[in-house]
């Protein structure tokens, strides 16, 4: 699981690929759409989309001459999974310092 959520952040360091997959979450995009919203070379910008999809963030297809591009949301279910217990974890930590932190004044007062 640590690997799979390293591939996830990885993929998801770049403001490219970040982008793809905020366009990506209102649905599937053929790659000359989502190619168009970025000013860089095609080759280059296949690169990212193969990023994505080797992370398993993304899927393609091909229909003819045209490759359309999908999320695979699921994919981000162990990111959520770790998020959540790094919220829980500070969550803890930030409560315990604010009690702390108030002992501390009312010891001064």
């Known amino acids: 699981m640590a690997n799979q959520i390293d591939q996830i952040f990885s993929a998801l360091a770049d403001p490219t690929r970040r982008a ?19 000013d860089m070379a095609l080759p280059t910008f296949l690169r990212h989309l193969n990023v994505l999809e080797n992370s398993g963030l993304t899927k393609s297809k091909k229909n003819g001459r045209v ?14 999974k770790w998020l959540d217990q790094q919220r829980d ?5 930030l409560d315990r310092l604010a009690q702390f932190a108030q ?7």
Do not use: F
């Not at 974890?89 to 930590?93: H, I």
């Not at 501390?104 to 007062?109: A, G, I, N, V």
């Open 20 to 38: 793809v997959i905020e366009r990506l979450a209102k649905g599937p995009a053929p790659v000359s759409e989502l190619h168009s919203a970025h």
């Open 67 to 80: 490759r359309t591009v999908s999320i695979c949301a699921d994919q981000l279910k162990p990111l959520d």
């Open 89 to 93: 974890n500070w969550s803890g930590r």
């Open 103 to 109: 002992d501390l004044e009312r010891t001064k007062s």
